[in-house]
């Protein structure tokens, strides 16, 4: 299963938020939450939530790699 670009669409807010917030490039976070929503949507039954997760995901990879580069 694939995302759809309506999924994507829908979290473009929270993608441009999360990427001021941790000072990441857009294009880094929407690769990011693609690889993400893919493998959750892969694993999963339900799909309700999946933008809510692959998003979670999103931003604690996000957050970690930045502390990473940090170091």
Known sequence: MTESVS???NDA???QAL???LKV???KVIEVYRTEFNRLAAQSRIETFL???AMRNTKSILR???ATDKR
Do not use: D, F, H, Y
């Open 51 to 53: 933008g809510v997760l």
């Open 19 to 21: 990427s001021e917030k």
């Open 7 to 9: 999924s994507l669409e």
């Open 13 to 15: 807010r929270a993608i």
């Open 64 to 66: 970690n790699t930045s």
């Open 25 to 27: 490039p857009e294009l």
